[in-house]
């Protein structure tokens, strides 16, 4: 047991070294900088984060996500069909498809669908 214990500090401490000489004797230009700086979606990171953002894209990307997701919850409803009730299968079915329906009746009668924004 102590031998494992000295072989996982030799470990630490030979990675530490190399990291430390790695962080101390790489080349810094300011190309690498800017090779090392994040890409977001086209903006520049190093200018203001409060630019004005359309809530209606926002809600429409949440929209997505929810509808998305119970489509992926649809998918284990094909094999419970071979283990359950065939009525109770389809009453599921329904329930969950009635539900689906009625969030998308909800966000057109709200006009979030709309991409004239």
Request: glycine residues 2%; hydrophobic residues 60%.
């Amino acid at each position: 047991m102590l031998i494992l214990l000295y072989i996982n500090l030799i470990i630490i401490f030979i990675s530490n070294i190399v990291m430390f000489l790695s962080i101390i004797l790489s080349k810094k230009t300011f190309m690498d900088r800017e090779k090392c700086s994040p890409f977001e979606c086209g903006f520049d990171p190093k200018s203001k984060s409060r630019i004005p953002f359309s809530l209606h894209f926002f809600l429409i990307t949440m929209i997505f996500l929810i509808f998305d997701v119970k489509i992926a919850l649809i998918f284990p409803i094909i094999p419970i069909f071979m283990n359950v009730n065939f009525m109770i299968w389809c009453m599921i079915k329904f329930f969950f498809f009635i539900i689906l329906l009625i969030g998308l009746y909800h966000e057109w009668n709200q006009n979030m669908l709309n991409w004239t924004y």
